[in-house]
């Protein structure tokens, strides 16, 4: 072995140290273990109180903390109380020392400020002028609101971070679960009586609570404000009120219902129904969305041509409950295949038959959405066609007239996914409407009755998300990026305008990617931004100038450093037009020695759906673990991605092959000029899903340069994965989706190349990937293949997958066999 490692070590004169060791593995594995916790006030919760005033917890140190008063409305923060007269007077009301810097944080402050208390073996509340202590809880008053567990669905994605706490005041204890985005309960704690438990979680995310038998009791969804769920044992009742069935009309008078592929109006007081269609067929059948006009009088439904059967085959060679394998079906619709196509009917009550509306304006749709009245002359729905060139709000009078209000083209794509954001507003005059028609997303206002419109923003910027519509106030609260030259063009940056494009104001300024959230009356708001080699800043902002009005905390991040951590560097450098910057750090090994060299491996995800390099400070991500194997790890967002300007996204137009990589290498080549330990004769990749397709389109079209690739789960031919992303990116089905497909290409590999498989994905069909296999073996190509039973998306999921793919990466760059000792 010894003799062996020599002669590696010769052929490899820079592995001067532990590269793919046994040690480097271990490392790895207990990277984010061994650096959690180690940055104080990396995350900071403000808890709001009356007049303007929050409280927040300062950690001091590891396990040491003190609270802080804030008052907003003076520009000003104090510590909150004398924090040894409170912990001496806590000592002698439970019987026991407490450090003055020891409180427990979690904690809950009367309205004005005067008491806070704690919870110890009780709950004890101190009044913070005379520090008397009084045991026990006064009467619960607020806290979040018990929801029956009928009323709550499942968990959405997204919204802000916050925390929840569940106090338990019954007599039993409880389960507190969290509610998957299927709907399914997943267990999380179990709570005994008198006792408080906290969770950092999201807005979106509902909790459910139960007993010990799976009864369930309530249902919370968290604030913005981290408040607390206080747990009674009892159960919700919960009593719907009556909803109008969706096709009945406002007055209660009439129901448009469909039988036997038919359009029926129903009438409710004589229970006597009316067929008002003929065409219908099994191919062809009348069905809703049901929309009724304001005044009863006029309704509006479709007649469908369904989407074509294309069924999706898995087969579980070993599934966990049986023996024998088994094959599952699901409906999974790909490019070219036929979606459904509904043509729009209008009916009169009292007429004969409804109107057919012409198929003009909307005879090839990709989907029909938004559908609604503004008033009893005006029926309104959106148009997005095939091949997302064209989008449409169009309008149909109750005789079946179609006009279009808002048109929207693009000569490439237009971003329906992520950049389609379009409000109509009260009155039904006017509507907002996102658009990237300059070059750049932004918001626009147009005037449904004349035609005409005017930006609300504009500039060389992207107008990234809206996130409320004030229509009292005239008034849009969004988020944007590009706003500064002088940082990252992807920190995301809070703003408010006026409908007209007047009152422009940046909530945010700092130089770093920003969250924030509100205070409840939302006059004030709490910034904390950060970037991936800066820890996060905390400030209160008013949500009315955009002014900062005091500084709450900088992230002290030296422990994390004493422990080894090395910072990401973050890089931008010129891309194939030799003017637009493109922008990606580096993950260095912890042990990293200016006297080696390292193989340089790429954690690519080029998905045209968004930009994917992490903004925010971060101690802990896959790459960083790759790092410490004996790599230098980089991720790059290059053209075809998103959240730049549209040209900089177009580039990914019927070429999802290019993902970037000019760009990527250039970049590369530019960071080695700064970090000379960068081996590019060695370069690496590896990438799941979309990067999984990245990764083999690297060794295909870029094997001079990309030398070891590990493809996960990936999308080898745009023709076998599901049909919205990719006909959203390459369009309607032509040869160029031949001319890009794995299979078509497999014949040009070089270098070394290992496919990863779960074989239950249905996310991705798993026979992209045996395609490519079967183009590869007919190439006499060398590679290599691992699947692994039972698993989904994502194979380096597993653990199994995730040592395959070190292991690759090790042997083929490193030239060591893995994990040496």
């Known amino acids: 072995m010894i003799r062996r490692l020599a002669l590696l070590l010769m052929a490899f004169p820079a592995l001067a140290h532990s590269q793919g060791s046994a040690g480097d593995y271990a490392r790895a594995d207990s990277f984010g273990q061994r650096f959690s916790g180690k940055v104080l006030n990396e995350r900071l919760t403000l808890n709001w109180l009356k007049g303007g005033k929050a409280w927040y917890v300062r950690q001091l140190s590891a396990g040491k903390s003190e609270f802080v008063l804030v008052d907003a409305a003076a520009g000003k923060k104090t510590l909150a109380f004398d924090h040894r007269a409170v912990a001496l007077a806590l000592s002698k009301a439970a019987g026991r020392p407490v450090d003055p810097t020891q409180l427990p944080p979690k904690a809950s402050f009367s309205d004005d400020g005067s008491t806070v208390t704690f919870t110890l073996d009780d709950a004890y509340q101190v009044n913070l002028k005379t520090f008397e202590v009084r045991k026990g809880r006064d009467p619960v008053v607020g806290g979040l609101k018990a929801y029956a567990p009928e009323e709550v669905p499942e968990s959405g994605g997204g919204g802000d ?45 509902y909790w459910c609570v139960t007993r010990l038998d799976g009864t369930k009791l309530a249902t919370y969804k968290p604030d913005r404000n981290g408040s607390t769920a206080f747990l009674d044992g009892k159960r919700v009742s919960f009593t719907p009120a009556r909803q109008r069935p969706q096709n009945e009309s406002p007055d209660g008078k009439w129901r448009i219902t469909f039988t036997d592929n038919q359009a029926n109006l129903f009438d409710v007081a004589a229970k006597d129904r009316k067929q008002l269609t003929t065409s219908g067929s099994a191919a062809n059948a009348f069905r809703g969305p049901v929309a009724w006009s304001p005044d009863s009088k006029t309704v509006a439904f479709y007649q469908v041509e369904p989407e074509e059967a294309h069924p999706l085959n898995i087969v579980f060679t070993t599934p966990m409950d049986q023996f024998q394998p088994r094959l599952t079906t699901r409906q999974y619709l790909k490019p070219g295949d036929k979606v459904a196509k509904p043509v729009l009917f209008i009916y009169r009550v009292g007429e004969a038959a409804p109107v057919r509306v012409d198929t003009a304006l909307y005879s090839n749709p990709f989907d029909l959405d938004g559908e609604r009245w503004l008033d009893n002359e005006r029926f309104v729905f959106r148009y997005n066609q095939r091949g997302h060139q064209a989008m449409t709000l169009i309008q149909v009078s109750p005789m079946g007239e179609a006009k279009p209000l808002i048109q929207e083209t693009s000569k490439t794509f237009i971003d329906w996914t992520a950049k389609s954001f379009y409000r109509i507003l009260e009155g039904g005059k006017q509507a907002i409407w996102q ?218 137009y019927q070429n999802i092959v290019d993902a970037g990589f000019p760009d990527r290498i250039l970049w590369m080549k530019s960071v080695a000029r700064e970090i000379p330990q960068m081996d590019l004769t060695r370069v690496g990749i590896y990438g799941t899903s979309a990067g999984g397709q990245n990764t083999l389109h690297a060794l295909l079209t870029q094997g001079d340069f990309y030398k070891v690739g590990v493809a996960d789960c990936g999308c080898y031919d745009n023709r076998m994965d599901k049909i919205w992303w990719n006909e959203q990116w390459m369009g309607v089905v032509g040869p160029h989706y031949e001319a890009q497909s794995g299979r078509t290409l497999a014949k040009n590999l070089r270098g070394k190349l290992l496919l990863l498989l779960g074989e239950a994905d249905t996310n991705v069909d798993p026979a992209s990937t045996y395609q490519v296999i079967d183009a590869l073996i007919k190439a006499d190509k060398d590679f290599d293949f691992v699947t692994i039973p039972n698993v989904g998306h994502g194979a380096v999921g597993h653990p199994y997958g995730k040592r395959k793919q070190r292991d690759f990466l090790v042997k083929n760059l490193l030239g060591v066999e893995p994990r040496w000792k």
């Not at 006792?195 to 979680?201: A, N, R």
């Not at 626009?444 to 809206?466: C, E, H």
């Not at 400030?539 to 422990?563: F, W, Y």
């Not at 200016?594 to 390099?613: K, L, T």
Request: proline share 5%; glycine share 8%.
């Open 161 to 205: 971070q916050t925390s929840i706490t569940f106090r338990n005041d019954s007599a039993e204890p409880l389960k507190i679960h969290w509610i998957q985005d299927d709907g399914v309960l997943r267990e999380y704690q179990t709570l005994q009586p008198g006792k408080e438990w906290s969770i950092q979680t999201w807005v979106t995310h």
């Open 435 to 652: 658009s990237e028609r300059s070059g750049w997303s932004h918001l626009y206002l147009f005037d449904l009755m004349t035609g005409g419109s005017k930006p609300i923003t504009q500039g060389n910027w992207v107008m990234r998300a809206v996130d409320r519509v004030d229509e009292d106030k005239k008034q849009i609260w969004f988020q944007a990026s590009g706003l500064d030259g002088d940082q990252d063009p992807y920190n995301v940056h809070f703003c408010r305008v006026n409908f007209d494009g007047t009152g422009f104001t940046r909530l945010t300024e700092g130089n770093g990617n920003h969250r924030v959230s509100y205070s409840p009356d939302e006059s004030f708001l709490l910034d904390s931004y950060s970037r991936p080699d800066m820890a996060p800043v905390h400030e209160v902002r008013s949500a009315k100038t955009g002014k900062k009005v005091v500084d709450l905390e900088i992230a002290d991040s030296s422990e994390l450093i004493t422990a080894g951590f090395q910072i990401p560097r973050v890089f931008s450098a010129k891309g194939r037009d030799g003017k637009t910057d493109i922008w990606g750090h580096v993950y260095l090994p912890t042990n990293f020695d200016p006297a080696n060299s390292y193989p340089v491996v790429e954690d690519i995800y080029a998905g045209p759906h968004s930009s994917h390099v992490p903004k925010n400070f971060h101690t802990n991500a896959g790459g960083m673990q790759m790092a410490e194997l004996g790599f230098i790890v980089v991720r790059i967002d290059g053209m075809g991605t998103s959240n730049r300007s549209k040209a900089f996204h177009d580039v990914c």
